[in-house]
């Protein structure tokens, strides 16, 4: 490591650790008023959001990772795998605010689905009075983490499993236990799981983190009496009132003790558990019973995307429906009147854009830098400093974000919010970028220096090139978690700034349906271009 490398790394660890750790301690700083304690655990609604915090976080976490586990089984390695990459780019760039909007127009009670069985198999002629969206048990909000959280996890394990130091060696080993007389699904979990799981415990701690934590998925489709915690936090934040406004740090800080206390149970999950024997070993099955094993992955597959692809086509019909009487399964009339007004609201369209690039772009930069420059040690001891946003609740997070753009004189301006986006998408851009990145071949850099080129030279003409498939995904990425920020563009942005996130996920609480559903659309369709553009660049040439 040379002297530049060192202060570059020195000047990476200024320009994101000194924003992180305002942010961190301004956010502890919200613990120390006793009286907030005491006004949360006081309050009747407490007991009860955390329950259902619990309830639901860690049912929707454990379900994403064992319906992940069970899809990669299935597919890897094979054909199958290959359409699983496919299909992984266009579920990864729906939203869950978006996804979350589709799937209540969905499943609610005027939904496309109780249209399609009424009247001949439900008997209604009416919309019913179910719960079906904003349910008290949060299913609605567990069917929506589990169904986005899946692919998050497909994708995380596609960077560990593509590597080519590491995808070459698991496959023989997969076929060295096939020819011991293992089956598919034995092998897979008696070889390769052990070794994946270490790899996967900060993208499912993640998971945990996010599914514990949401806000703007369970405005939308969550329970609402009591609804969970960190919505309560989030309203409680909101308001005018100094003592409320406490409770909501205070109950933030629950949050955050909360998601400590499970990322520690998480740690202490063995590499090889002792259940796995009750799922690799039993009776010898017959050939047709094998056979329908082999194709419950591709089964499993498409029902994902069968549910991808009806929410989507939910939010493409209700952006045009005009009048539309219950049972139909089809508008009586369509319209373009919410799409002329989101095409309309060209600020809102460029506020977007211009966080999303901006913050997307400063986030790549900063992690091939990063990568690039820092020693291995270094990288992996300041992995938990980096990777805090992902592990702190929103509601958390977010004050401290604030209070730091407003020491810094930068709170509701456009500088403050591409602040608080970038601080956001740089964890998600390097779990994108680090194996790749760091699975390079260094033959290649001695090929160069034997050549006669220099470091500048390796990387331009020969590094980069090579890792562009990488770099193009992780912007993607980052692009994508910019478009989905919600709370820090409300917050930070004190009300001044609205993105077609903020827009889709109050206008989600109205009675403007279209409108709501051209806004959700466009929330998922922007990310997606992007996505499909990464995939255009990461195509290997043909000459």
Same mark, same amino acid.
């Given at each position: 490591?040379?002297?530049?490398?060192?202060?570059?790394?020195?000047?990476?660890?200024?320009?994101?650790?000194?924003?992180?750790?305002?942010?961190?301690?301004?956010?502890?700083?919200?613990?120390?008023?006793?009286? @907030?304690?005491?006004?949360?655990?006081?309050?009747?609604?407490?007991? %009860?959001?955390?329950?259902?915090?619990?309830?639901?976080?860690?049912?929707?976490?454990?379900?994403?990772?064992?319906?992940?586990?069970?899809?990669?089984?299935?597919?890897?390695?094979?054909?199958? =795998?290959?359409?699983?990459?496919?299909?992984?780019?266009?579920?990864?760039?729906?939203?869950?605010? @978006?996804?979350?909007?589709?799937?209540?127009?969905?499943?609610?009670?005027?939904?496309?689905?109780?249209?399609?069985?009424?009247?001949?198999?439900?008997?209604?002629?009416?919309?019913?009075?179910? @719960?079906?969206? %904003?349910?008290?048990?949060?299913?609605?909000?567990?069917?929506?983490?589990?169904?986005?959280?899946?692919?998050?996890?497909?994708?995380?394990?596609?960077?560990?499993?593509?590597?080519?130091?590491?995808?070459?060696?698991?496959?023989?080993?997969?076929?060295?236990?096939?020819?011991?007389?293992?089956?598919?699904?034995?092998?897979?979990?008696?070889?390769?799981?052990?070794?994946?799981?270490?790899?996967?415990?900060?993208?499912?701690?993640?998971?945990?983190?996010?599914?514990?934590?949401?806000?703007?998925?369970?405005?939308?489709?969550?329970?609402?009496?009591?609804?969970?915690?960190?919505?309560?936090?989030?309203?409680?934040?909101?308001?005018?009132?100094?003592?409320?406004?406490?409770?909501?740090?205070?109950?933030?800080?629950?949050?955050?003790?909360?998601?400590?206390?499970?990322?520690?149970?998480?740690? %202490?999950?063995?590499?090889?558990?002792?259940?796995?024997?009750?799922?690799?070993?039993?009776?010898?099955?017959?050939?047709?019973?094998?056979?329908?094993?082999?194709?419950?992955?591709?089964?499993?597959?498409? @029902?994902?995307?069968?549910?991808?692809?009806?929410?989507?086509?939910?939010?493409?019909?209700?952006?045009?429906?005009?009048?539309?009487?219950?049972?139909?399964?089809?508008?009586?009339?369509?319209?373009? /009147?919410?799409?002329?007004?989101?095409?309309?609201?060209?600020?809102?369209?460029?506020?977007?854009?211009?966080?999303?690039?901006?913050?997307?772009?400063?986030?790549?930069?900063?992690?091939?830098?990063?990568?690039?420059?820092?020693?291995?040690?270094?990288?992996?001891?300041?992995? /938990?400093?980096?990777?805090?946003?992902?592990?702190?609740?929103?509601?958390?997070?977010?004050?401290?974000?604030?209070?730091?753009?407003?020491?810094?004189?930068?709170?509701?301006?456009?500088?403050?919010?591409?602040?608080?986006?970038?601080?956001?998408?740089?964890?998600?851009?390097?779990?994108?970028?680090?194996?790749?990145?760091?699975?390079?071949?260094?033959?290649?850099?001695?090929?160069?220096?034997?050549?006669?080129?220099?470091?500048?030279?390796?990387?331009?003409?020969?590094? =980069?090139?090579?890792?562009?498939?990488?770099?193009?995904?992780?912007?993607?990425?980052?692009?994508?978690?910019?478009?989905?920020?919600?709370?820090?563009?409300?917050?930070?942005?004190?009300?001044?700034?609205?993105?077609?996130?903020?827009?889709?996920?109050?206008?989600?609480?109205?009675?403007?349906?279209?409108?709501?559903?051209?806004?959700?659309?466009?929330? =998922?369709?922007?990310?997606?271009?992007?996505?499909?553009?990464?995939? =255009?660049?990461?195509?290997?040439?043909?000459?």
């Amino acid at each position: 490591m040379g002297r530049a490398d060192r202060m570059v790394s020195a000047l990476l660890i200024m320009t994101l650790g000194l924003p992180l750790l305002w942010a961190a301690s301004a956010a502890a700083m919200a613990a120390l008023d006793a009286s @907030a304690w005491q006004g949360l655990l006081a309050d009747s609604q407490t007991l %009860q959001a955390l329950g259902l915090t619990l309830w639901t976080g860690l049912l929707a976490s454990g379900l994403s990772v064992a319906l992940a586990a069970w899809l990669i089984s299935h597919n890897f390695p094979g054909p199958a =795998w290959a359409r699983l990459m496919q299909a992984l780019g266009p579920m990864l760039a729906v939203p869950h605010a @978006a996804f979350a909007i589709g799937l209540a127009f969905l499943l609610a009670p005027s939904g496309w689905l109780l249209r399609a069985l009424s009247p001949w198999a439900t008997g209604l002629d009416a919309p019913p009075p179910w @719960a079906t969206t %904003q349910d008290p048990w949060g299913l609605g909000l567990v069917l929506v983490l589990v169904a986005k959280e899946v692919p998050f996890l497909l994708w995380a394990a596609a960077t560990q499993l593509q590597r080519a130091d590491v995808a070459q060696v698991w496959t023989r080993e997969l076929l060295v236990a096939r020819s011991m007389g293992y089956g598919p699904r034995a092998a897979w979990w008696r070889v390769l799981w052990p070794q994946l799981w270490p790899r996967l415990r900060w993208p499912m701690l993640a998971v945990l983190a996010y599914s514990l934590t949401v806000v703007d998925v369970a405005l939308v489709i969550g329970p609402t009496t009591p609804p969970t915690l960190a919505v309560l936090a989030w309203q409680w934040l909101l308001d005018a009132d100094v003592t409320v406004n406490a409770r909501g740090a205070a109950a933030a800080w629950l949050l955050a003790l909360l998601v400590g206390a499970m990322a520690g149970l998480l740690w %202490q999950v063995p590499r090889q558990p002792a259940w796995r024997t009750r799922w690799t070993t039993g009776t010898r099955r017959a050939p047709a019973q094998r056979s329908m094993l082999a194709r419950a992955g591709a089964v499993g597959l498409a @029902a994902l995307l069968c549910l991808y692809l009806a929410v989507m086509l939910s939010l493409a019909l209700g952006s045009v429906a005009g009048i539309w009487p219950f049972p139909a399964l089809w508008p009586q009339t369509l319209t373009t /009147r919410a799409w002329a007004s989101v095409w309309g609201s060209l600020a809102t369209m460029g506020t977007t854009l211009t966080l999303a690039l901006a913050s997307a772009l400063v986030a790549l930069l900063w992690s091939v830098a990063w990568l690039e420059c820092a020693p291995a040690l270094l990288i992996d001891r300041l992995r /938990r400093l980096i990777y805090l946003p992902l592990v702190l609740p929103p509601v958390l997070w977010v004050v401290g974000v604030h209070s730091l753009t407003l020491n810094w004189g930068i709170d509701a301006t456009w500088a403050g919010l591409w602040l608080a986006h970038t601080l956001a998408a740089v964890p998600y851009v390097l779990i994108a970028l680090s194996p790749a990145y760091t699975g390079f071949d260094p033959r290649f850099r001695h090929i160069a220096a034997s050549l006669g080129h220099g470091r500048a030279v390796f990387l331009w003409r020969v590094k =980069w090139p090579l890792l562009r498939a990488a770099l193009a995904s992780a912007f993607a990425v980052g692009f994508a978690v910019s478009v989905a920020q919600y709370l820090p563009t409300l917050f930070v942005g004190a009300g001044r700034f609205a993105t077609v996130t903020t827009e889709a996920v109050t206008l989600a609480s109205g009675a403007q349906r279209s409108l709501t559903a051209a806004y959700a659309w466009l929330q =998922w369709l922007l990310p997606a271009l992007v996505f499909g553009l990464a995939a =255009w660049l990461g195509k290997p040439r043909r000459y």
